[in-house]
């Protein structure tokens, strides 16, 4: 998008047009797709907010885009909500650019995670959130981190209220039931081979261990982080 920029053709004779980066064309179609599955903007901008909110803090200036984000809740029209919302993403996504490996969390096949911490990642679907956790054996300070990361977990559900409940599948669920119970989860048992197949394969192949399923619902989450701040 070109803003207060003069163009004239006469100064790009002979150059190619630039290419917009990859990582711009996604997001604007991914907005244009947040835009329609929405009903209005503020459904629109809590489940952009839910999505990029851990990834803000990377940025010294990430509270102001969020900030900048709730500003744009009243745009009825696609083009303007979809041009307003980019410009104020913009800085997270030329950050993206500049520090892939920033966002390179290793997760299950073909989901779609996103970095809370060095633990945890999670993926948003349309009442829940999965958590994924990465071995504890990468993982410095790993009681730490799992408290950390659901803090921050914590403040993501609480901005999204259609989060009903958050599930964590992993072979750390399996090992360690007791500690997953003492941060509020629910133990649901190992997961079935064809779960196990789909969403544990490629990366996952060498993986012998159970692989368990536990979850803990909206209101327990809040009650736990957010109620008794423990």
């Known amino acids: 998008m070109v803003n207060n920029f003069e163009f004239n ?26 835009f329609n599955d929405n009903e209005n903007g503020l459904d629109r901008i ?48 030329d950050y993206r650019i500049e520090n892939p490996e920033a966002f390179g969390v290793r997760q299950p096949r073909d989901e779609e ?9 999670y993926g948003l679907g349309d009442s829940h959130i999965h958590i994924h956790m990465v071995p504890d054996k990468k993982v410095e300070n790993f009681i730490s981190a799992l408290k950390d990361g659901m803090r921050k977990l914590t403040e993501i559900v609480r901005n999204n ?39 544990f394969a490629g990366d996952f192949d060498d993986e012998t261990r159970p692989i368990w399923k536990a979850h803990i619902s909206r209101e327990a989450l809040l009650e736990k982080y957010i109620k008794n701040k423990s």
């Open 9 to 34: 053709p006469a100064d790009n004779i002979g150059e190619k047009e630039e290419k917009e980066p990859e990582v711009y064309t996604e997001a604007k179609l991914k907005l244009e797709e947040i």
């Open 46 to 93: 809590n489940y952009i907010k839910a999505h990029i909110q851990p990834l803000a803090k990377l940025l010294e200036n990430g509270e102001a885009m969020l900030r900048e984000l709730a500003d744009c809740v009243n745009i009825s029209d696609k083009d303007q909500f979809v041009n307003s919302v980019f410009l104020v993403l913009k800085p997270l996504l």
């Open 113 to 121: 995670f996103i970095a809370i911490n060095e633990l945890l990642s």
């Open 161 to 199: 209220e259609n989060i009903k409940e958050v599930t964590a599948t992993s072979w750390i669920v399996a090992e360690h039931p007791k500690l997953m119970e003492r941060f509020g989860f629910v133990i649901d048992g190992e997961v079935d081979d064809n779960f196990r197949r789909e969403h």
